[in-house]
């Protein structure tokens, strides 16, 4: 594996939350980074960031619902650096509300970020990997590729529709020993994603239950990097949530159900938007401020009673 100090790493989403948190990370260990984001302003910005912390860093503009942005961005780290060791695939967007009261284009344009553009990242690069023989490709998924996510359907599919595709992509490379693709696993993250997510619940959007530090991703990247693996779940929650989905996913979808529907229900009324879907927004940063502020929380008692529910399912199945 590439040492950190003097690799050559490429981030796909690098604007806000995991991303910024990841490049700030790579920049310390002394990486040499390539950034990419939909805003050259902000890309600018963490691009200034990451140098002062003495990491050389380019900056490449990327859409990367755009097939060809993506081979333009990896010319680009070819350009200056003539290889890449590290591909890391970390745009995303999320829209929450019923289903049905979601605009179809809406929902299309979530799996065209989360889905596609992590498809198109992988296009771009594994023939470089190849012609390298070596290469880690970092996938974010989400605990949503395990876990349902009702009001939130379109983000579910592309976030399930990912474990498909890089499961199949290793069954692919079996040949290739010296590629690696390697999945990330979060929960709840406290980004400005949330803040920036299409909503037509009618509801403001807050985060309950434990939150994970964007910099507590970004060290498990950092650990992929090191030693590359299949799944890495971020946290005790990420863990607890597959091994539930897995054994009882009766009563996980049933309480999944429940808790997305009090939490939207029980928020200050808000009106629709569409987030940052079709544009970024202005305002960036690491933290979206949720661990900080009364946030509606799932209290322990709620943890408690579905992990009684999960327990007792169990049993009766046994």
Same mark, same amino acid.
């Given at each position: ?76 780290? %070819? ?35 989360? #889905? ?33 996510? &009702? ?43 949330? @803040? ?17 530090? &964007? ?12 030693? &590359? ?17 897995? %054994?009882?996913?009766? &009563? ?16 200050? @009324? ?33 943890? #408690? ?12 199945? @046994?």
């Amino acid at each position: 594996m590439p040492r950190i100090q003097g690799a050559i790493v490429v981030i796909a989403g690098a604007s806000s939350g995991i991303g910024r948190a990841t490049a700030q990370r790579l920049a310390r260990e002394g990486a040499r980074l390539v950034l990419a984001s939909r805003r050259p302003d902000t890309l600018r910005t963490v691009r200034e960031e990451c140098e002062r912390l003495g990491a050389e860093t380019i900056a490449v503009p990327t859409d990367v619902t755009d097939p060809g942005a993506l081979r333009d961005l990896a010319e680009a780290a %070819l350009s200056r650096f003539g290889r890449i060791d590290v591909w890391i695939n970390n745009a995303g967007v999320g829209v929450v509300g019923t289903f049905e009261e979601v605009p179809i284009e809406s929902h299309a344009q979530v799996v065209r970020i989360n #889905l596609l553009g992590q498809v198109n990242g992988a296009h771009a690069v594994l023939p470089v990997f190849k012609r390298q023989r070596h290469g880690v490709m970092i996938n974010t998924l989400s605990i949503g590729s395990w876990v349902p996510t &009702p009001f939130a359907a379109s983000y579910g599919a592309a976030k399930a529709g990912l474990r498909g595709f890089t499961e199949s992509l290793r069954g692919e490379l079996q040949d290739w020993p010296g590629i690696h693709v390697c999945d990330l696993y979060p929960a709840v993250v406290d980004t400005p994603g949330l @803040r920036h997510a299409a909503n037509h619940s009618g509801h403001r959007i807050d985060a309950g239950g434990p939150i994970a530090s &964007p910099f507590e991703v970004a060290e498990t990247i950092v650990s992929l990097i090191r030693r &590359p693996r299949s799944a890495a779940p971020v946290g005790w929650s990420a863990q607890l949530l597959r091994i539930a989905a897995t %054994l009882a996913p009766t &009563p996980v979808r049933w309480a999944a159900g429940k808790a997305m529907k009090k939490g939207l229900s029980s928020g200050p @009324r808000a009106a629709p938007t569409e987030g940052n879907l079709f544009s970024a927004p202005r305002d960036h940063g690491v933290y979206g401020g949720f661990r900080s502020e009364a946030a509606i929380r799932i209290p322990a008692k709620a943890w #408690l009673a579905a992990a009684g529910i999960i327990g007792f399912w169990l049993a009766r199945r @046994r």
